[in-house]
């Protein structure tokens, strides 16, 4: 079998990298990847994605294989923020940014893997399975090009994601779900020095229901925070009206339902006891799926892990993924580590052999 080209891989991913694609502009991105993967004698589709979310397109392609067996692989091509003009640098066997942007490897360093092994088993000629891709838009503004993914392309019963952290040979098999809540809590405004009483402050309903909720850690499977606060026009103004940005997020559904209602229930008492009132906004973001250690698609990940050298092993995670949206729609699927580290970062690195173990990974997996 062709070892994996170790100079291409790193060619091909820091061509990417340098491509321009914040979430909301993978326009750029898409076409380049299109024009790659239709090179390489992939049948491609552009699928559209709601124009609100993207200046660009989901990829979908397919690429037959003669073993009987078929996966969707699938990563996401757009960044955060600070992902313009990225510069990689590239010393000891580790690939960073110059340090005023992130580096990119969340998530091209997936797609690069992806790319590298399916050349290299062209260059053998081996048979593989039939494959897949599902290069995706949007997805760190909340998963919305896996949202919108037109599923009825998809013929494979399991799917690989390629988007997350830690040693190779990492399998997330289950993570949250999460809910978010806005709250908006309208007051009264008075003048602070000359009638405050004749107000209703709505930071001081605000502080009232933050103080009394369970927040941050609230079990081994679920988390809520207050992450953004917007109110107050000036220091003589008794705040008259405020927004709260919240989540909670967690494995279990019934668990992060009770939490919510916790949450809005306890706005909703707080506002009535101070006069004031609040509307509040609550919707889900994605769901949770957990996949047991022992299911077949993860035994069959794991085979292929172990083969090439790697110690396979499943975990969870307080976060989500594209993962959770292929699960949502029935197809049981697994989120695995490419060795990227400090994601959203200035300081996000990834190590070249971490890079070639999981296109070798990728390798095997599609070949036997």
């Not at 993914?149 to 019963?157: P, R």
């Not at 022992?294 to 794991?302: L, M, V």
Request: net charge negative; hydrophobic share 40%.
């Amino acid at each position: 079998m062709t070892p994996i080209n170790r100079d291409r891989l790193v060619e091909h991913f820091c061509q990417l990298i340098q491509i321009d694609s914040e979430s909301g502009f993978e326009k750029e991105i898409a076409e380049t990847l299109a024009e790659q993967l239709g090179s390489m004698g992939f049948s491609v589709e552009k699928l559209p994605v709601p124009e609100k979310y993207t200046n660009g397109f989901n990829v979908y392609a397919r690429l037959d294989g003669t073993i009987d067996d078929s996966i969707l692989l699938s990563c996401h091509m757009d960044t955060v923020a600070l992902g313009k003009g990225i510069e990689p640098i590239i010393e000891d066997g580790i690939i960073r940014s110059k340090g005023n942007t992130i580096l990119g490897g969340d998530d091209k360093s997936g797609i690069a893997a992806i790319m590298e092994a399916v050349r290299c088993i062209q260059a053998d000629n081996l048979e593989h399975k039939t494959i897949e891709l599902a290069f995706t838009v949007h997805e760190e503004g909340g998963l919305r090009g896996s949202e919108h993914f037109d599923m009825s392309k998809v013929q494979s019963s399991k799917a690989i994601v390629l988007d997350t952290g830690g040693p190779i040979g990492s399998i997330v098999n289950a993570a949250p779900g999460q809910q978010r809540i806005v709250a908006h809590i309208k007051g009264r405004p008075a003048h602070a020095g000359l009638a405050p009483e004749e107000g209703i402050s709505a930071i001081s309903v605000a502080a009232d229901a933050i103080t009394q909720m369970k927040l941050l850690r609230i079990d081994e499977e679920t988390t809520a925070n207050i992450g953004i606060i917007e109110g107050g026009h000036a220091t003589n103004i008794v705040m008259p009206e405020l927004k709260i940005i919240a989540e909670a997020r967690s494995l279990n559904d019934d668990k992060l339902t009770n939490q919510v209602d916790h949450m809005i229930e306890t706005f909703q008492t707080v506002a009535a006891k101070h006069g004031a009132e609040v509307e509040i906004e609550s919707t889900r973001a994605y769901n949770a799926f957990v996949l047991p250690a022992d299911h077949p698609h993860i035994e069959q990940i794991k085979a292929s892990f172990a083969a090439i050298g790697a110690e396979p092993h499943t975990k969870s995670t307080g976060g989500g993924s594209d993962a959770n949206n292929f699960n949502k729609a029935g197809l049981p699927t697994v989120n695995i580590s490419t060795g990227m580290a400090k994601v959203h970062t200035t300081d996000e690195f990834i190590a070249i052999d971490d890079m070639v173990k999981v296109s070798e990974f990728i390798q095997h997996y599609l070949t036997h």
